[in-house]
Structure formats: C-alpha cells, structure tokens
Antibody, heavy 122, light 110 residues
C-alpha cells in the first residue's frame, strides 16, 4: 500500500524558513517522480514543485521560484521542500504526491499524502 | 484566477447524472492529457480519472471522463450521497512548464 507521510509544518514568521519532509513507502520510490502541491484554507489546489526520479530535472511554480527548493533522497525514500523567504500567501496545507511515472510532467499525480499545514504569520 | 476554468458548483438528486466541465487552452488541455481528482470533505485528493478517460482500479464506472479540443468533462451517473465532494481537473501547461488545476467544482447531492 502506497503511503506518503508529510512532516515539518508549523507556524513561522514572514521572511523565515521551513523545511518540509515526506516519508514514502509501499512502492519503489526511486522509480517515480514526486510533487508538492498546496491548498490554502478554503481554496483550490496549486502545484508547487516537481522532481524526476533521479533529481535530474526539477520544476517550480512561478509563485515560489527562487524561494523554494525541492530535493529527494532515494536511499532514505524521502522527499523534501526547503522553503525560504516565506510570505503570508504561502499559508496552506502542503501535500506530498507521487507521480504516475518517472518524470513529473505530462502524466500527473496518482497518489497524495494527507498534508502538513504551514502557517506564515507574525 | 485558475488557468483551467470549472463551474464553482454543481448539484443533482440521487440517481441523476451530472457533468462538470473544464475549459483550458492550447498550451494545456489542447496538447496534454487531463486528470480528474475527487476531494471528499476533510481528506486528501484522490485520482478519479487519468489520461482523459481512464479509471484507476476501484473507481466505479459511474464516473467517466472525456476531452475534446481545449475542454474536458467529468460525467457522474447514478449520483449517490457519497459523491458529495470537490472535483478538480488538472493538466500540464507547456507555456508555464508546470501543472495547472481548475478552481474546483463543489458537487452537492440534494
């Protein structure tokens, strides 16, 4: 059974940093691309970032480009999102999600974690 | 303002059929596949339809997807109370180099 468990969320002041993690199990982690998708309270889904199976290619939404960095550790079956210069508009539930294939483009997401909440406020 | 346009709400009575539309452009739906996700209240999204019109195992055949040009649709037949959820379409956008979602459609079963 595929399991994705996010951690690292919390309350952080504007301008500060936070690092999210996602522990994956139940599938061959290093065969698949991975994503981060967020959902602001009461709002819709917004793709944040994606990474290929071997970290060879990464993509970011314009809203986070230059501030967020996605990474993965295939040996530890983990995905990370380093978030710097956080803003109030980054407040959201952040989902870790598994790509359908080895890339993060075209085929999309086939499984989602339960999310970790990030609140940016002074 | 979402790149993909969905109606904010839809409704129907048990047993009825309902269709949810998703409108995009040549850089997303027009040139790439469409996936649909169901988000039940208080839960994570779940893949409902992939590659325009394919159902993952376990998804009832009451759910079907289609795509034509720069638009896609999700049809639900034989509505059940447990179908009350938010539904999102998604596609890769070649211009933005990222995934784009519709704003979501809240389905109410009356």
């Amino acid at each position: 059974e595929v399991q994705l468990v996010e951690s690292g969320g919390g309350l952080v002041q504007p301008g500060r940093s936070l690092r999210l993690s996602c522990a994956a199990s139940g599938f061959t982690f290093d065969d698949y691309g991975m994503h981060w998708v967020r959902q602001a309270p009461g709002k819709g889904l917004e793709w944040v970032s994606g990474i290929t199976w071997n970290s060879g290619s990464k993509g970011y939404a314009d809203s986070v480009k230059g501030r967020f960095t996605i990474s993965r550790d295939n040996a530890k079956h983990s995905l990370h999102l380093q978030m710097n210069s956080l803003r109030a508009e980054d407040t959201a539930l952040y989902y870790c999600a598994k790509a359908t294939y080895s890339s993060f483009d075209y085929w999309g997401i086939d499984f989602w974690g339960q999310g970790t909440l990030v609140t940016v406020s002074s | 303002q979402s790149v993909l346009t969905q109606p904010p709400s839809a409704s129907g009575t048990p047993g009825q059929s309902v269709t949810i539309s998703c409108s995009g452009s040549s850089s997303n739906i027009g040139s790439n596949i469409v996936n649909w996700y169901q988000q039940l209240p208080g839960t994570a999204p779940k893949l409902l339809i992939y590659f325009n019109d394919h159902r993952p195992s376990g998804v009832p055949d009451r759910f079907s997807g289609s795509k034509s040009g720069t638009s896609a649709s999700l049809a639900i037949s034989g509505l059940q109370s447990e179908d009350e959820a938010d539904y999102y379409c998604a596609a890769w956008d070649d211009s933005l180099n990222g995934w784009v979602f519709g704003g979501g459609t809240k389905l109410t079963v009356l």
